[in-house]
């Protein structure tokens, strides 16, 4: 016997539909004799709804209550679930986020998770029934509700995973895994097995989509074994696990683009979102920083290739830099970490790019294995 959560997201759980969909497999988990904790988030596009009446109510709401209008999505999905499990005939409650408590600091947006009381939850378990918490959500010290900020709903399944010393975490998505790069751009991008927290933590960090940046960084921290599962297939998932010997034979995990930044010249990227505030700030501080003029330029692209590999092998940046200049690509800018080489380039470059390095470093699946869709 195991004891797992499972993490289901918007897109799993939009629809009473779905939600069956989602009961069905957490009843095959409890049959197989799992102990089961289920974190869910909002219906697709509830939380952006709820952020809409916010703000036509005041466009300067009042944090605490805002957090106490946006964490609703949440706890309706978490009671459709267990109603749904019930009429399987799986024993199951919900368990809202004051209720256990999960403690959390006072930021409402963007509050951490500081502390989970497991007692009930773990008792209740272990009496049979599937326990379901809205992911997303906490309570500070003095019983006010917060959020976590967006996509805070797979630091909440990892989280959980870590204090209730769960087995495996499981983030059902709508994508079947973790791939070398997106599919839609290049459909012979290979489904990891396996990728190490590391990797998946400069992935997220850069752009892919599949797991929240946050959540990975906690999940590395306690040791949390994480599978990236889809909710649509029973297609094997992606486990993001510690690093091994077998490995880090593996130089390159992925290829990832963002087209989320903008270049401002003294040399620097910011989100897209956030050039006109960063402009702002550095007008303010013409003076003390001393520069003459400012350039901003929002039609780039961030591209990075990502490997714990890179550790033990040399000339991976050559490579990048030979396959971008064989295609005419100019790189405008250059950042690198122990694992991760990026560089900047024109916007309308960014699906060559992601090809040719694909192909560059080996990481073409042969044409019949080759996914139909998905995301790195």
Not at 176 to 194: E, S
Request: proline fraction near 3%; aromatic fraction near 4%.
């Amino acid at each position: 016997m195991a004891r797992i959560v499972m993490k289901f997201g918007g897109t799993s759980m939009a629809g009473t539909e779905r939600i069956r969909n989602v009961a069905a497999r957490v009843k095959r988990e409890v049959e197989a004799g799992n102990e089961v904790a289920v974190v869910v988030s909002a219906m697709a596009g509830e939380t952006d709804r709820l952020v809409g009446y916010c703000r036509e109510a005041s466009p300067l709401a009042d944090p605490a209550e805002y957090d106490v209008v946006v964490a609703a999505g949440e706890q309706i999905t978490s009671g459709l679930l267990a109603i749904t499990l019930q009429a399987l005939g799986v024993p199951a409650r919900s368990w809202l986020g004051w209720q256990l408590p999960i403690r959390t600091s006072s930021a409402h947006g963007v509050a951490r998770i500081e502390d989970i009381d497991t007692g009930a939850i773990l008792a209740s378990m272990a009496s049979g029934a599937v326990a379901v918490v809205p992911g997303f959500q906490g309570l500070t010290g003095d019983n006010r509700v917060t959020t976590l900020g967006r996509g805070g709903s797979d630091t909440s399944a990892v989280a959980l995973a870590a204090a209730l010393k769960a087995d495996r975490c499981d983030i059902y998505t709508d994508v079947d895994g973790v791939y070398t790069t997106d599919p839609r751009i290049v459909p012979r991008a290979r489904k990891l097995m396996k990728i190490t927290y590391e990797e998946m933590l400069e992935l997220a960090s850069v752009g892919a989509k599949v797991l929240q940046t946050r959540s990975v960084e906690l999940a590395m921290k306690e040791k949390v074994v994480v599978q990236v599962l889809s909710s649509f297939s029973d297609a094997p998932g992606t486990l993001v696990v510690d690093e091994d010997d077998e490995m880090e034979r593996e130089l390159i995990a992925g290829v990832v683009a963002d087209r989320n930044e903008a270049k401002v010249t003294l040399t620097f990227t910011v989100p897209r979102a956030q050039l006109p505030a960063s402009l702002d700030v550095l007008e303010k501080a013409k003076d003390a920083i001393g520069f003459a003029a400012l350039l901003a330029d929002d039609d780039v692209a961030k591209i990075s290739v990502v490997g714990v590999g890179m550790k033990s092998h040399a000339g991976v940046a050559a490579t990048m830099f030979r396959a971008l200049a064989s295609r005419g690509i100019n790189i405008q800018a250059i950042t690198t970490s122990e694992i991760k080489v990026s560089v900047l380039i024109p916007q309308d470059y960014v699906e060559l790019a992601v090809r040719v390095l694909h192909t560059a470093y080996g990481l073409d699946a042969p044409v019949e294995t080759a996914p139909e869709a998905g995301a790195a």
